[in-house]
C-alpha cells in the first residue's frame, strides 16, 4: 500500500512510500482509509517533540484522523463487518492515517455520521475528542456557564464552539478580523479581534477556559476566570497527574510538576483549578460524537482537501497557523 511516512525526526521529513499492508490482530478492525486530516500534531510527532512520553520507531506512518470502510476484522472484534462506513482518532501507539490501509483496535472505531461525506468525517475525530474530553468529561460543563474558547477559529476551537454551545453553555471566543463574522455563525456570542482587543478587557466571571495557545494567553486568562473556574489547557505545561496517567517515569513526572509550577501557584492564588487535557482515542465518545452530527448540532468545518500525493504540503498549510477549520487529505 501507499502511505505517507518519516523516516527519522526532523523537518519536512516525509515521503510517500510503498509499504507492506497492515496485519490486523484479534480485536483489531482493518480499514481502507478514504480521508485523513492533518491536525498540528502531525508535524510536532514529526519533528520529535512528543518522543519522550510516545517511543514511536521508524519508518513511522503518520495522520492521527482516519474515515474509511471496513475490509476485514480480526477474530475477536464484535462491533464492525466488512462494509461498515466507520471512523477514528488511533490510539497514539498505533497512528497511521495517511494511508491507503489502516488496522485499529475496534474499541477506538465508530460508525461514521450517515450524513457526512468520508471527507467531512476525517476532518472530526481528534478536535471533536479533544473539545469532548475538555468541555464534557473534564469540565462537565453545565447549561448557562460561561466558557472561553481561545482561537474559535482552528480546528479544535470550530468545533469546541459547537459542542459548548450544545451544552447549553454561554461562549466567547477569539480570532482576527476577516474570520470574525464566520465565528459568530459557528454559535459563539462573543467574538473577540484579538488583533484589535486584549480579551481580558472584555470577559469577566468565566466558569471555563479552553486554552490552546502560549504561555502569555494562558496566564491572562486566569484574569477572566471566577473563583472556583477551571483552566484547561491543551497547548501545555502538562502536570504531574497527566504523567501519572500516561504511566510516564518519575524523572518525567518531576519535570512536568516543574514545568507547570508557575500556572498552578498562580491559579491556586487565585482559587482557580488548573488542568492540562492530553486527548485520547475512544469509540465510545465518538459514537456520541457521531449522535450530535446526525443530529445537526455539530458540523465539520472544513477549509481546503488535498489529494494524498500532496500530503506534505498539506502539513506545511496547517503549520502556518491560519487554517479555518480542517485541513483534510483524500487518500481515495
Ligand atoms: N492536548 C491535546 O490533546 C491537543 C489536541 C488538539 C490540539 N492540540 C493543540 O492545540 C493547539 C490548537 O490546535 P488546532 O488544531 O485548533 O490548531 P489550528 O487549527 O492550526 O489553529 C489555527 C487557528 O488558530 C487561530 N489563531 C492563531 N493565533 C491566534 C491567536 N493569537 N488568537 C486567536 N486565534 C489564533 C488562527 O486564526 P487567525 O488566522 O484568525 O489568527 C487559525 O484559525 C495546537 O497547539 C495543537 O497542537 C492539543
Redesign the pocket.
Known sequence: MKAFLIDRYGKNQGRLAEVPDPEPGIHDVLIKVHASSV???DS?ISKGEFKLILPYTFPLIMGNDVAGVVVRVGSGVRSFKPGDEVYARPPDARIGGFAELIAIEESALALKPKNTSMEQAAALP??AL?AWQVLVETARLKKGQKVFI????????SIAIQLAKHLGAFVAT???T??VEWVKALGADVVID?TQQNFETVLRDYDVVLN??GPA?LETSLRILKPGGQLIS??GPPTAEFAREQKLSWGLGWIMRLLSSGIRRKARRQGVDYGF???RASGAQLQKITALVESGAITPVINRTFPFEATAEALSY?ER????G?VVIKII
Open positions: 491536525n498540528l500534531l510536532k481528534l478536535v479533544t481561545q482561537a474559535g477559529s482552528g480546528g479544535v476551537g477569539t480570532t482576527s476577516p474570520n484579538y490552546s495557545l494567553e491543551i497547548s487535557v492530553f486527548m496547517v497557523g491560519r487554517a479555518k480542517k
